[in-house]
């Protein structure tokens, strides 16, 4: 009954056997769904990692993040297209290697990162990478060559206020929980103050009685693991080191809103992680945690299931993310309904973050007062910080909301920072000077990702890459975006060429307001974003790429591509 609308895994399946999405399997994919050929196409040519073509025995995806090229991008990509000799997008002469590029992979801490076969390759140099195609090129197994990252955790530093990173006991929460009623349970996470921590930081509680309230007795706790918001990658940690408290903390919303059914949506470019969520999954069956009478609670049915997204940064929108589930293009919903009172399958549905129901779990397993206890007045509990970029010290940091900014930066031994961009490209963009400024839930939130720039990066190099990506997770159904997103573009290559006049910043300003006002979704209202903050906050940037007035037009220099070109082929 549940998982014949997991269209994304059936695409996964096929894929992973034949090596592409062939016509003849689609025509009986479409036999067996009920579904018509243009539905079914519709849908795969909306996901960047399904293909309709053959690909090389080896499928390269080289993360192009804007940290990535900071570390090396360019010369670890002519090292692939060198060693592979496949050019970009392309697959090379014998069919063994075919290189493309992805926008970022959850790796920020270990760049430049690649995925291959879905393995992930951290740290790479030139030399690394020819060595590793010559080894594959040899025969050596894929599986004995992939890295195996894991991020640096840097606990809270007080013991008492560690929350997360610390020592997982199985079942502590399930103790807990047989022991409490549905109403207690929501009871217990009120009192904690548990928001979401994927960045929008709504009352959690508040989404679980909501559903709970409904009358259908049919319900669903869908887990939102699809990390896609670049320098992001604390839910990857938090699934490799501890998969049981995931599984516990679903485990308890399921119980605490009256669901008998959990899904984890996890992004493509996880897929490594899979056999460990499975493994887990398979001993909290054995245990008698899921299943029917799940944890020996007369009644509660529960399971939980795996589907795979297929690279698509919009998906991490929770209705984005539920048509996704049931088997659609995965483009957000109009907000007639939440999710809680119409979601997956029109059902009641809790979707929360991998951080959110892990922090659940922890503060069932703890009790609430330990979470009340690290607060600041304005923040409960602790928040996990994926710190990537210009420091010392990259990694996974859990902190006390209500740290200051300047006590971030020297906790991760930032180099000479100069500028911070928080909660990924579509959150805040500030100033290392703001040291004063705090984190927490009435000042500066930040839904986990910390990307630091130092006095030497190009902030308008920064901003480029920004607008290339959201160009490339644009779904382009509303014009805003779609157009919007196209003509920062334009106004941003002027600068970089020198060619821009005030009036040029001027149009940029209008194009990033008519996107911020007008776009269908927070992709397109948050795509224009650090472009807005740049001009406000950075003026001496946008100072050094424009001219007062508009340069008169040069006829040798607009012809010199051409003249070169033509020298060259004499």
């Given amino acids: 009954m549940f998982s014949h609308t997991f269209?994304?895994?059936?695409?996964?399946?096929?894929?992973?056997?034949e090596g592409y999405l062939s016509d003849k399997a689609i025509r009986l994919l479409s036999r067996q769904t009920g579904r018509s050929w243009v539905d079914l196409e519709g849908v795969i040519s909306f996901y960047h990692f399904f293909r309709r073509k053959p690909a090389g025995r080896f499928l390269i995806f080289l993360n192009n993040s804007i940290l990535s090229e900071f570390a090396g991008f360019p010369e670890v990509l002519k090292a692939f297209q060198e060693s592979t000799g496949a050019h970009l997008n392309q697959t090379d002469p014998t069919d063994t290697f075919t290189l493309q590029m992805a926008s970022c992979i959850g790796l920020s801490d270990v760049e430049p990162a690649a995925l291959i076969n879905w393995r992930p390759f951290i740290n790479l140099t030139p030399e690394k990478v020819h060595h590793l195609i010559h080894q594959l090129k040899s025969g050596t197994d894929i599986d004995d060559l992939a890295d195996r990252p894991l991020?640096?955790?840097?606990?809270?530093?007080?013991?008492?206020?560690?929350?997360?990173?610390?020592?997982?006991?199985?079942?502590?929460?399930?103790?807990?929980?047989?022991r409490m009623s549905p109403d207690e349970v929501i009871k217990e996470i009120m009192e904690a103050g548990l928001t979401g921590l994927g960045g929008?930081?709504?009352?959690?509680?508040?989404?679980?009685?909501?559903?709970?309230?409904?009358?259908?007795?049919?319900?669903?706790?869908?887990?939102?693991?699809?990390?896609?918001?670049?320098?992001?990658?604390?839910?990857?940690?938090?699934?490799?080191?501890?998969?049981?408290?995931?599984?516990?903390?679903?485990?308890?919303?399921?119980?605490?809103?009256?669901?008998?059914?959990?899904?984890?949506?996890?992004r493509g470019e996880y897929q490594y992680l899979i056999?460990?969520?499975?493994?887990?999954?398979?001993h909290f069956k054995n245990e008698g945690w899921l299943g029917n009478d799940a944890c020996g609670i007369p009644?509660?049915?529960?399971?939980?299931?795996?589907?795979?997204?297929?690279?698509?940064?919009?998906?991490?929108?929770?209705?984005?993310?539920?048509?996704?589930?049931?088997?659609?293009?995965?483009?957000?919903?109009p907000r007639v309904h939440y999710p809680t009172e119409r979601g997956y399958l029109g059902k009641p549905t809790v979707v929360n973050n991998v951080e959110t129901l892990c922090t659940a779990a922890r503060i069932l397993e703890q009790?609430?007062?330990?979470?009340?206890?690290?607060?600041?007045?304005?923040?409960?509990?602790t928040k996990l910080f994926s710190i990537a970029g210009d420091c010392l010290y990259p990694g996974i940091y859990e902190i006390t909301w209500g740290i200051t900014v300047g006590a971030l930066l020297e906790r991760c031994g930032a180099v000479d920072p100069y500028a911070i961009q928080i909660s990924g490209p579509s959150g805040e963009l500030i100033p290392a000077s703001w040291k004063d400024r705090m984190l927490g839930l009435h000042d500066l939130r930040c839904g986990g990702s910390v990307m630091i720039y130092n006095r030497q990066r190009d902030l308008l190099q920064i901003l480029q890459n920004y607008n290339r990506f959201f160009m490339q997770e644009s779904c382009g159904v509303c014009t805003p975006c779609r157009a919007g997103n196209y003509m920062l573009s334009v106004q941003l290559r002027k600068m970089e060429r020198g060619l821009a006049s005030t009036e040029d910043v001027d149009k940029l300003n209008?194009?990033?307001?008519?996107?911020?006002?007008?776009?269908?979704?927070?992709?397109?209202?948050?795509?224009?974003k650090a472009i807005i903050q740049a001009a406000q906050r950075f003026p001496?940037?946008?100072d050094q790429h424009t001219r007062t007035k508009n340069a008169p037009f040069d006829l040798d220099l607009a012809t010199s591509a051409y003249d070169r070109i033509i020298n060259e082929l004499r």
Wanted: proline share 6%; charged share 25%; aromatic share 10%.
């Fill in 7 to 17: 269209l994304l895994n059936q695409l996964w399946k096929i894929q992973h056997e």
């Fill in 151 to 178: 991020s640096d955790a840097y606990p809270n530093d007080e013991e008492n206020k560690r929350l997360m990173i610390r020592p997982y006991q199985e079942g502590m929460a399930i103790s807990k929980l047989i």
């Fill in 200 to 266: 929008a930081f709504f009352p959690t509680h508040l989404k679980w009685q909501s559903c709970r309230n409904q009358a259908d007795p049919e319900k669903y706790i869908v887990c939102n693991a699809d990390e896609g918001e670049p320098g992001t990658f604390k839910d990857r940690f938090l699934i490799q080191k501890y998969p049981g408290l995931l599984l516990e903390g679903m485990i308890t919303a399921g119980f605490a809103v009256g669901a008998r059914q959990g899904v984890i949506y996890l």
């Fill in 275 to 282: 056999p460990k969520i499975k493994d887990a999954i398979r």
């Fill in 299 to 333: 009644g509660f049915d529960f399971d939980i299931d795996l589907v795979i997204g297929a690279g698509a940064y919009i998906c991490g929108e929770e209705t984005a993310l539920l048509e996704s589930l049931e088997g659609h293009r995965g483009e957000p919903r």
């Fill in 367 to 381: 009790g609430f007062e330990p979470y009340l206890n690290t607060r600041h007045p304005d923040s409960p509990g």
């Fill in 510 to 528: 209008d194009w990033a307001k008519l996107m911020e006002y007008n776009s269908r979704c927070g992709l397109g209202q948050t795509a224009p």
């Fill in 540 to 542: 001496e940037i946008m």
